[in-house]
């Protein structure tokens, strides 16, 4: 199971990112006591996760918190170092390695357009 984002300029500006059900859900699954549902609002916990350099990786951490109101977030470590908007971010869990981040750009096809 993979969760996907897509990056945003205010995902980048701001470090937060709404969690949506495709997060919630790899959590949920993976990581039973440390998932939103053991999140009281206003609280947060820290995952440890790698980004998969393609080569190897380099440790990073994901935070998932709720607002005081219930929104469930979460941001990435170092995240804006490596991800422009319009990037795809996916994070899926590896029994033997654990959270793994992999950003990958998005190319945008042209088309020539012949009258």
Same mark, same amino acid.
């Not at 469930?72 to 490596?82: A, E, P, V, W």
């Not at 990958?104 to 009258?115: D, F, N």
């Given at each position: ?5 897509? /990056?945003?300029? *205010?995902? #980048? &500006?701001? %470090? /937060? /990112? ?5 997060? !919630?859900?790899?959590?949920?699954? &993976? #990581? ?5 549902? &053991?999140?009281? &609002?206003?609280?947060?916990? /820290? !995952? *440890? ?11 990073? +951490?994901?935070?998932?918190?709720? *607002? ?6 979460? %941001? ?17 869990? +590896? @029994?033997?390695?654990?959270? !793994?981040?992999? !950003?990958? %750009?998005? @190319?945008? +096809?042209?088309? @020539?357009?012949?009258?």
């Amino acid at each position: 199971m993979k969760a996907k984002i897509t /990056i945003t300029q *205010r995902i #980048l &500006n701001k %470090s /937060i /990112i709404d969690a949506n059900k495709s997060v !919630v859900n790899l959590f949920l699954r &993976n #990581l039973v006591h440390r998932g939103y549902v &053991n999140i009281d &609002n206003g609280a947060k916990q /820290i !995952v *440890r996760a790698v980004y998969d350099d393609g080569d190897g990786y380099t440790e990073t +951490e994901i935070r998932l918190y709720r *607002r005081p109101r219930g929104d469930k977030l979460l %941001s990435i470590k170092g995240l804006s170092k490596r991800a422009t908007a319009g990037d795809i971010v996916t994070i899926e869990y +590896e @029994e033997k390695i654990g959270a !793994v981040v992999r !950003v990958s %750009s998005v @190319e945008i +096809e042209t088309v @020539e357009v012949i009258e």
